[in-house]
């Protein structure tokens, strides 16, 4: 190997790796390292650039705690999240999209027509739907998983430290024998992804903002269905072309709409809501490909 240079040592660094020709993995790794160097002879990288580039990884590692993965902001804001989330859409399904940082697994569970707001400030909206496949078919008993920001913009697992509780604004929701869901809540305002490190940096570099659209998160679940994680976003509202992880899709956005006072008796609702939106969530078969 002593006569590499700059255009065989791709090959040889992929020949370095004996891993099982025709595997997943040596496919991974062969086109990553083809990217890669392909990537540093076009840009023709100096040293000072190759130093720069690992320090600031260095530094997402440094800054990561179980509970702030910068490795995924950094993902978010490349759209390489957004891109992951496109490309494993199953045609005809509801489009994925950023799962975000702030998800827990084990939310606690709302009643069709309670009050996810718990009377909280803001807006508060009916979110209606149904939970279908692909075929237009019910899913009922489908898990419709929900945590989203406050009227200001914050998640309340943000603020733990001044007494709020975390699982507040996140629930579990069965739907009906219809496949239908429904509930209350506030609207949630646009927030920024944490601009206080490394990709923070990159942010400002790049003169880009941190704002992301205003959304409520959804993970929705049926037995031998494939889940979904998306985000549903509100018509006419800020950062839908510029949201700073690219998790808008135009199939995403609903519109907020006056209430009908029936809406209220039809839903058995703890809250009487101020607006609301429909939202259905279509989901294809497991383990079907693309
Ligand atoms: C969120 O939607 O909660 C989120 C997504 C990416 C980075 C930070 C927050
Ligand atoms: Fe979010």
Same mark, same amino acid.
Request: charged letters at 30%.
């Given at each position: 190997?002593?006569?590499?240079?700059? !255009?065989t040592?791709?090959?040889?660094?992929?020949?370095?790796?004996e891993?099982?020709?025709?595997?997943?993995?040596?496919?991974?790794?062969?086109?990553?390292?083809e990217?890669?160097?392909?990537?540093?002879? $076009?840009?023709?990288?100096?040293?000072?650039?190759?130093?720069?580039?690992?320090?600031?990884? /260095?530094?997402?590692?440094?800054?990561?705690?179980?509970?702030?993965? $910068?490795f995924?902001l950094?993902?978010?804001?490349?759209?390489?999240?957004?891109?992951?989330?496109?490309?494993?859409?199953?045609?005809?399904?509801? $489009?994925?999209?950023?799962?975000?940082?702030?998800?827990?697994?084990?939310?606690?569970?709302?009643?069709?027509?309670?009050?996810?707001?718990?009377?909280?400030?803001?807006?508060?909206?009916?979110?209606?739907?149904?939970?279908?496949?692909?075929?237009?078919?019910?899913?009922?008993?489908?898990?419709?998983?929900?945590?989203?920001?406050?009227?200001?913009?914050? /998640? +309340?697992?943000?603020?733990?430290?001044?007494?709020?509780?975390?699982?507040?604004?996140?629930?579990?929701l069965?739907?009906?024998?219809?496949?239908?869901?429904?509930?209350?809540?506030?609207? +949630?305002?646009? /927030?920024?992804?944490? !601009?206080?490190? +490394?990709?923070?940096?990159?942010?400002?570099?790049? $003169?880009?903002?941190?704002?992301?659209?205003?959304?409520?998160?959804?993970?929705?679940?049926?037995?031998?269905?494939?889940?979904?994680?998306?985000?549903?976003?509100?018509?006419?509202?800020? !950062?839908?072309?510029?949201?700073?992880?690219?998790?808008?899709?135009?199939?995403?956005?609903?519109?907020?709409?006056?209430?009908?006072?029936?809406?209220?008796?039809? /839903?058995?609702?703890?809250?009487?809501?101020?607006?609301?939106?429909?939202?259905?969530?279509?989901?294809?078969?497991?383990?079907?490909?693309?």
């Amino acid at each position: 190997m002593r006569d590499v240079n700059q !255009y065989t040592v791709t090959e040889a660094v992929k020949a370095s790796f004996e891993a099982p020709e025709g595997t997943r993995f040596k496919f991974l790794l062969d086109t990553f390292i083809e990217h890669l160097h392909d990537y540093t002879r $076009e840009v023709n990288l100096t040293q000072d650039e190759w130093i720069g580039i690992l320090n600031f990884l /260095y530094d997402c590692g440094k800054i990561s705690t179980p509970e702030r993965h $910068e490795f995924i902001l950094l993902s978010d804001v490349l759209g390489f999240s957004a891109l992951v989330d496109m490309i494993n859409t199953r045609g005809g399904a509801t $489009e994925g999209s950023n799962l975000g940082p702030f998800y827990l697994d084990d939310a606690p569970e709302l009643r069709l027509g309670g009050d996810l707001g718990r009377g909280r400030e803001g807006v508060c909206v009916l979110v209606h739907g149904k939970v279908r496949d692909t075929l237009g078919n019910p899913l009922p008993g489908a898990i419709v998983d929900t945590w989203q920001a406050d009227s200001s913009g914050t /998640y +309340p697992i943000q603020e733990q430290e001044r007494g709020q509780d975390k699982y507040d604004l996140r629930s579990k929701l069965t739907a009906d024998e219809t496949g239908a869901y429904y509930y209350t809540t506030v609207l +949630p305002k646009p /927030y920024t992804v944490p !601009y206080d490190g +490394p990709v923070g940096r990159l942010l400002r570099a790049g $003169e880009r903002h941190a704002w992301r659209a205003a959304h409520v998160h959804f993970i929705v679940r049926a037995p031998r269905m494939r889940s979904i994680t998306t985000e549903v976003f509100f018509e006419n509202t800020e !950062y839908l072309d510029n949201d700073a992880v690219f998790g808008v899709r135009k199939s995403l956005i609903a519109k907020v709409e006056p209430v009908r006072k029936s809406d209220v008796f039809d /839903y058995d609702l703890e809250r009487r809501p101020d607006a609301k939106f429909v939202f259905d969530f279509v989901l294809a078969p497991e383990g079907r490909g693309r």
